[in-house]
């Protein structure tokens, strides 16, 4: 999943990770996106029936949501729990209350072709932005519901999106194989090569670190928060689409083309590839006990894998 750092405390060692693998229908159509609330409640954006589906974390359907909008690729949860989607083919973002009432859809008239899609986490500063692959843009939606801003990422084709700390914006771009860090204010600060071939998912970790999952070299790519390139990991799954890192700082990759997950270590190990028993993993989102869900886009399912 897109969202922003999660701060941990490396131990000294990892637990054993057991492959437990569990399968959820999600009641919706073409499962791409995929995030976790305060509670574990598990939500995919599901692209083919425009709709959201909502998951306890037991496995029990609670809701299922029409988007308003056609096409929802990416997902993200803001501080309040509040649910929103990029709808690619409606170039719009939706938003659904804890309630599970839709409250609001913002255009995004800057941004054309809506992908990844990120939230602040907190009341002040609060934005939602999307990255928007076929404008080569980024646009950033108030809390006031308006667009506020409309960045270039001087990056071709950008497709995921993530925070830091410190609310800087980085994009994952397909088309030139670079990140793109653009500051609060909108200022384009930095733009890295990922060396790593179509980077599409990015995530941060709580020391800065960017990491892509580069879908057509089946690599990750990890850059320093000073753009230096420290490691490029081979992800032992072919056409990793979505990134995650959990609290002790491993790496996931969901690995469309072979429905698998890989996961490396800190160091840069490659300890587990799982099976993931759905068809076309997409998303990936990691809940607070660590536990590892994707977004099965080929056969309408989430699967769970507990640790």
Do not use: C, E, H
Request: hydrophobic share 35%.
């Amino acid at each position: 999943m897109f969202l922003p750092i999660a701060l941990y405390k490396q131990p000294a060692s990892s637990p054993t990770t057991a492959y437990d693998p569990l399968v959820w229908a999600t009641t919706g159509n073409g499962p791409r996106g995929i995030t976790i609330d305060s509670l574990d409640n598990v939500y995919t954006a599901n692209f083919d029936s425009n709709s959201i589906t909502k998951v306890t974390s037991t496995g029990a359907v609670t809701s299922s949501w029409a988007t308003t909008g056609a096409g929802p690729t990416w997902i993200a949860i803001d501080f309040n729990d509040a649910v929103f989607t990029s709808n690619l083919t409606a170039k719009t973002i939706t938003k659904v209350t804890t309630g599970g009432a839709v409250t609001t859809i913002w255009a995004t008239p800057t941004g054309i072709g809506p992908q990844g899609i990120a939230t602040t986490k907190v009341s002040n500063p609060y934005a939602v932005y999307t990255a928007n692959n076929v404008s080569n843009s980024i646009t950033k939606v108030s809390i006031l519901r308006a667009t506020t801003s409309s960045w270039a990422t001087t990056g071709a084709i950008p497709y995921g999106i993530a925070l830091d700390s410190s609310y800087n914006v980085y994009t994952a771009n397909q088309g030139d194989n670079t990140i793109t860090k653009v500051s609060p204010a909108g200022a384009v600060t930095a733009s890295w090569a990922t060396t790593g071939a179509s980077p599409t998912g990015i995530a941060i970790d709580s020391l800065g670190n960017v990491y892509t999952s580069n879908i057509t070299s089946r690599t990750i790519t990890k850059v320093s928060p000073a753009g230096a390139v420290t490691a490029s990991w081979a992800t032992t799954g072919a056409n990793p689409y979505g990134i995650a890192i959990d609290s002790l700082g491993n790496v996931y990759t969901s690995n469309y083309t072979d429905n698998t997950i890989t996961k490396v270590s800190p160091a840069g190990v490659s300890t587990t590839p799982w099976a993931t028993t759905g068809n076309g993993p997409f998303g990936i989102a990691i809940d607070s006990l660590d536990n590892v869900y994707t977004a099965n886009n080929g056969s309408n399912t989430i699967t769970k894998i507990t640790v």
